[in-house]
C-alpha cells in the first residue's frame, strides 16, 4: 500500500474552484439534477429500485436482497486516468465503484470490468471480470465510518489499480489487475452499485492519474512484478508530487529486504528523462543485469524540514521488483555418437545452460517416450537399454525452455557394434553380411577390344582365404589397365567410422609404389581414410585424411605372398588413434586427433581414391569391416585362424627391459641371460 499527505487541497475541492475543472476529463458534483445522464439497471434480484440526484447527492435505494447498478451514459475511463467517487460515512457495506464494458455490472459473456466492493465492515475487494468470469481479489480492512472516497485506476490498456482515499491519505491497494481489452471499446463505462438499502454518493469525476497526490514514486517501469523484462530496460517512475523532494535516493538489488551488504545506491539519483517531464524521472538500471533474475527497486524521496538546520526528512518508498527475460535455451555440448554391444546400453545426454528446462530426444525425427527399454525421453540424458539392430540411427534432443524458445542439438550416430561388411570374392562380389554389390571399374572404353575380363577371380594360390580372390590389373585381367572396385551408395552407410571402425584385407602383390587397399575418399577432399601399401619399399600404412597416418616400417608387402593388413581407428573419449596391423601385429600408431572430417565418398576397394588413383597390380581377398575398434587379440585371431601360431601382438608390454632375448616373453632365458653378465663391470 502506499500512502500520500495532502497538502493540496483534496480533488474534489479543487474542481469546484473556479478555473479548476480542466484538471478532470470529467466531473459531477451533483449540485443540480443531471439524473437524465445516468441508466439505471436491475443486476439481480427481484426488490424495488431507484436513483435519484438530490441535496448534493446521488441517491441509489434497493429493495431486500436486490443490486442495482447506476451508470453515467456517456463518461469514460481511458488509458492514463483514475475514476473516483466520494462513498459517503453513512453507507456503510455492499456499496461499489465499477467500471465496465456496458452501461451496467459485467457479468456475462464477453463482459470484461471490474467491480471495486466494499464487502463489509472488515473487507474491501475488487471482483474482477474477464470475458465474463469473476474472480476476486480481498484486501482486508479499510477505514470506517468516514467518507470515503473510491478509486479505480487504468494505467494502460489492460491493466489496472484501485484503491481509497480517507481525506488526507492516498492508499493504493492493487496496480496490477489485467483485464483483456475488449474488442471495439476503448473506454470503459462507470457507475456505482448498491446491495440492499439506500446508498449516497458525491462527486464522480475522472482525472489522469498524474493528479492524484503521492508522496511516494509511482508508475515504476518495468511495472512491478512485471515478467520477462529486456535485459538493456531503463528505470522509470513518477516522483512525489505533494512536495518538491530536496532528492531522490534509488535502492536496487536481489533481496527485497535492502540489507547494507550488497545493496546498490543511487544517491543522489539523476534524472535522464529526454522530454525533462518534471512528472517522470528515468534512470539506468546501476548493475548488469542476468537473464531470469528478479530484482527490487526502492525510491526514496527526501523532504525538505523547515525546522532550523535538521536534515531532510526520508520519505521510504515502495517495494518494486521485475523479473528478467529468460536466455534463450542453449546447448553447450551436443550428443556424443557411440557404437554398442547388441545387448548393451546406450546413453546420450547434453549439456545446457541453466535457462534450460525443457528437453525432448528424437530418433530419426520421431518424439521418443519412456518405455520399451528407453528412459529419460523428457530429460538431458536419454538411455536406450538392451539395444537391438532396430535402435540403430540418429538422435538427437530439442531443448527449450519458457521464453519460450527452442534448440536443436546436433545428431549422434547410435549403431550395433559387429561385422558391417564381408566381400569373400569367391567366384562373386556380393557383401554377404549387408547385402551390398561391389562394382568393378573400368576405366577402358566399353567398346575396347582389349578389354576381355572385368574381373578375374584367382583359384589356388591367388586365394588366401575361400576359393577365390579378386585380381586386379594381373592374371587375365591385365588387358584391365587400372581398375578398381566401388561399392555404390555406401557413403552414408560407412559414416560411422569417427566412432570407430576396422578395416581388414589380405593382399598379394609384387608390385611397387603406392596401392590403394581399402579407402573411403572423394577425389580432391581432405576427409576419409585410407589403408594402402606406400611409396617405401612399399609398406602398409592406414590413413586418417585431415589428421595423420600410422605406418609400418618393418615388413615389405610387396614379396609376392599374402600378407593381412589392418587399419583401426580407436575412439576412445573423443580422442582418436590410428592404427595400423600386419600379419596380425601393430605396427604402426598416430594420434589422437580431436577432429575427424566426415566424407560422403563411397567405400571403394583398390584405389587411394574414388577416381582410380594408385590402383592397386594383384590379389585382394576377404574384405572385412567392422564398425568399431577391434581388440589386438581379435585382430591376431583373424589372422591365426589363416596362420596359426604365436604372435608378439604387443611389443610394448609391461616389463619389456627385461625381456634380454626378444622373443616377447620374460622369462628364464632372460634370467639365464641377466646372469650371465652378473657383476660384470667397467669400473677401473
Same mark, same amino acid.
Given at each position: 500500500m502506499m500512502k500520500a499527505n495532502l497538502l493540496l487541497l483534496f480533488i474534489s475541492v479543487l474542481l469546484m474552484v473556479a478555473g479548476s475543472a480542466s484538471a478532470a476529463s470529467f466531473y459531477d458534483g451533483f449540485e443540480t439534477d443531471t439524473s437524465a445522464d445516468y441508466i439505471g439497471t436491475r443486476t439481480y434480484g427481484t426488490g424495488a429500485v431507484d436513483f435519484n440526484v438530490s441535496g448534493g447527492m446521488l441517491n441509489v435505494t434497493t429493495g431486500g436482497s436486490t443490486t442495482y447498478s447506476v451508470f453515467?451514459?456517456?463518461?469514460?475511463?481511458?488509458?492514463?486516468?483514475?475514476?473516483?467517487?466520494?462513498?459517503?460515512?453513512?453507507?456503510?457495506?455492499?456499496?461499489?465503484?465499477?467500471?465496465?464494458?456496458?452501461?451496467?455490472?459485467?457479468?456475462?459473456?464477453?463482459?470484461?470490468?471490474?467491480?471495486?466492493?466494499?464487502?463489509?465492515?472488515?473487507?474491501?475487494?475488487?471482483?474482477?471480470?474477464?470475458?465474463?468470469?469473476?474472480?476476486?481479489v480481498n484486501y482486508g480492512a479499510y477505514p470506517t465510518g468516514i467518507d470515503l472516497t473510491l478509486y479505480v485506476f487504468r494505467k494502460t490498456e489492460t491493466v489496472y489499480g484501485v484503491g481509497y482515499h480517507d481525506g488526507a491519505d492516498l492508499t493504493v491497494l492493487d496496480e496490477e489487475i489485467e483485464i483483456p481489452q475488449t474488442a471495439g471499446v476503448a473506454g470503459l463505462y462507470v457507475g456505482v452499485e448498491v446491495y440492499g438499502g439506500t446508498r449516497s454518493f458525491d462527486d464522480l469525476h475522472i482525472v489522469v492519474l498524474d493528479d492524484i497526490p503521492s508522496d511516494v514514486a509511482t508508475s515504476p517501469l518495468p511495472a512491478n512484478n512485471e515478467t520477462a523484462v529486456p535485459l538493456d530496460t531503463m528505470l522509470t517512475w513518477n516522483p512525489v508530487n505533494v512536495f518538491a523532494p530536496v532528492k531522490q535516493v534509488l535502492l536496487f538489488r536481489e533481496d527485497p529486504n535492502f540489507p547494507a551488504d550488497g545493496t546498490v545506491i543511487v544517491d543522489p539519483v539523476v534524472d535522464l528523462d529526454l522530454d525533462d517531464d518534471p512528472k517522470t524521472t528515468q534512470v539506468t538500471v546501476p548493475i548488469s543485469l542476468e537473464h531470469g533474475t528478479t530484482y527490487y527497486w526502492r525510491v526514496d524521496a527526501y523532504e525538505p524540514n523547515d525546522v532550523g538546520t535538521q536534515d531532510p526528512i526520508a520519505r521510504p518508498g515502495i517495494v518494486w521488483s521485475f523479473t528478467t527475460?529468460?536466455?534463450?535455451?542453449?546447448? @553447450?555440448?551436443?550428443?556424443?555418437?557411440?557404437?554398442? #554391444?547388441? %545387448?548393451?546400453?546406450?546413453?546420450? =545426454? /547434453?549439456?545446457?545452460?541453466? +535457462?534450460?528446462?525443457?528437453?525432448?530426444?528424437?530418433?530419426?525425427?520421431?518424439?521418443?517416450?519412456?518405455?520399451?527399454?528407453?528412459?529419460?525421453?523428457?530429460?538431458?540424458?536419454?538411455?536406450?537399454?538392451?539395444?537391438?539392430?532396430?535402435?540403430?540411427?540418429?538422435?538427437?534432443?530439442?531443448?527449450?525452455?519458457?521464453?519460450?524458445?527452442?534448440?536443436?542439438?546436433?545428431?549422434?550416430?547410435l549403431v550395433i557394434q559387429r561385422l558391417v561388411g564381408h566381400w569373400t570374392f569367391d567366384g562373386h562380389m556380393n557383401d554377404i553380411v549387408g547385402g @551390398?554389390?561391389?562394382?568393378?571399374?573400368?576405366?577402358? #572404353?566399353? %567398346?575396347?577390344?582389349?578389354?576381355? =575380363? /572385368?574381373?578375374?577371380?584367382? +583359384?589356388?594360390?591367388?586365394?588366401?582365404?575361400?576359393?577365390?580372390?579378386?585380381?586386379?590389373?594381373?592374371?587375365?585381367?591385365?588387358?584391365?589397365?587400372?581398375?578398381?572396385?566401388?561399392?555404390?551408395?555406401?557413403?552414408?552407410?560407412?559414416?560411422?567410422?569417427?566412432?570407430?571402425?576396422?578395416?581388414?584385407?589380405?593382399?598379394?602383390?609384387?608390385?611397387?609404389?603406392?596401392?590403394?587397399?581399402?579407402?573411403?575418399?572423394?577425389?580432391?577432399?581432405?576427409?576419409?581414410?585410407?589403408?594402402?601399401?606406400?611409396?617405401?619399399?612399399?609398406?602398409?600404412?592406414?590413413?586418417?585424411?585431415?589428421?595423420?597416418?600410422?605406418?609400418d616400417t618393418v615388413i615389405s608387402v610387396n614379396d609376392g605372398q599374402w600378407h593381412m593388413v589392418t587399419g583401426v581407428l580407436r575412439n576412445v573419449d573423443g580422442a582418436v588413434t590410428v592404427e595400423l596391423f600386419v600379419d596380425g601385429i601393430r605396427r604402426g600408431t598416430a594420434g589422437p586427433y580431436t577432429n575427424v572430417a566426415l566424407t560422403e565418398s563411397d567405400l571403394f576397394f583398390g584405389a587411394n581414391r574414388l577416381n582410380g588413383m594408385s590402383p592397386l597390380t594383384?590379389?585382394?581377398?576377404?574384405?572385412?569391416?567392422?564398425?568399431?575398434?577391434?581388440?589386438?587379440?581379435?585382430?591376431?585371431?583373424?589372422?591365426?585362424?589363416?596362420?596359426?601360431?604365436?604372435?608378439?601382438?604387443?611389443?610394448?608390454?609391461?616389463?619389456?627391459?627385461?625381456?634380454?632375448?626378444?622373443?616377447?616373453?620374460?622369462?628364464?632365458?632372460?634370467?639365464?641371460?641377466?646372469?650371465?653378465?652378473?657383476?660384470?663391470?667397467?669400473?677401473?
Open positions: 453515467h451514459q456517456t463518461a469514460s475511463l481511458e488509458v492514463g486516468e483514475a475514476v473516483g467517487i466520494v462513498s459517503k460515512a453513512s453507507n456503510g457495506q455492499e456499496t461499489y465503484l465499477t467500471v465496465s464494458t456496458i452501461t451496467r455490472s459485467p457479468n456475462t459473456g464477453t463482459e470484461n470490468g471490474i467491480r471495486f466492493h466494499v464487502q463489509n465492515a472488515s473487507n474491501i475487494r475488487a471482483r474482477v471480470y474477464r470475458n465474463g468470469a469473476e474472480s476476486a527475460l529468460l536466455a534463450s535455451a542453449e546447448i @553447450l555440448v551436443g550428443p556424443a555418437s557411440q557404437t554398442v #554391444p547388441i %545387448g548393451g546400453t546406450a546413453q546420450f =545426454s /547434453i549439456t545446457v545452460t541453466e +535457462a534450460t528446462t525443457g528437453f525432448q530426444w528424437y530418433k530419426d525425427g520421431v518424439a521418443l517416450t519412456d518405455g520399451a527399454g528407453i528412459t529419460g525421453a523428457r530429460s538431458q540424458v536419454l538411455t536406450i537399454n538392451d539395444v537391438q539392430l532396430a535402435d540403430e540411427g540418429y538422435y538427437y534432443c530439442v531443448a527449450s525452455n519458457d521464453l519460450p524458445s527452442q534448440v536443436a542439438s546436433t545428431e549422434a550416430r @551390398l554389390e561391389a562394382v568393378v571399374v573400368d576405366p577402358n #572404353p566399353s %567398346g575396347d577390344p582389349n578389354n576381355t =575380363s /572385368i574381373a578375374y577371380y584367382g +583359384a589356388g594360390d591367388d586365394a588366401i582365404i575361400g576359393t577365390g580372390s579378386l585380381a586386379l590389373n594381373v592374371g587375365n585381367s591385365s588387358d584391365m589397365t587400372g581398375g578398381w572396385v566401388v561399392i555404390p551408395d555406401s557413403g552414408e552407410l560407412y559414416n560411422f567410422y569417427p566412432q570407430g571402425i576396422t578395416a581388414n584385407a589380405w593382399v598379394k602383390t609384387t608390385a611397387g609404389g603406392y596401392q590403394g587397399l581399402i579407402g573411403k575418399r572423394v577425389d580432391t577432399e581432405n576427409a576419409g581414410f585410407n589403408l594402402m601399401a606406400t611409396n617405401n619399399s612399399p609398406r602398409a600404412a592406414f590413413a586418417l585424411r585431415g589428421s595423420g597416418t600410422a605406418t594383384g590379389y585382394i581377398d576377404d574384405v572385412r569391416i567392422y564398425n568399431y575398434a577391434r581388440s589386438l587379440e581379435e585382430i591376431a585371431d583373424e589372422y591365426k585362424a589363416v596362420y596359426p601360431g604365436i604372435l608378439c601382438i604387443d611389443p610394448d608390454f609391461t616389463g619389456r627391459e627385461f625381456d634380454f632375448n626378444g622373443n616377447c616373453v620374460v622369462d628364464l632365458a632372460d634370467f639365464a641371460a641377466m646372469a650371465e653378465a652378473w657383476l660384470a663391470t667397467g669400473l677401473y
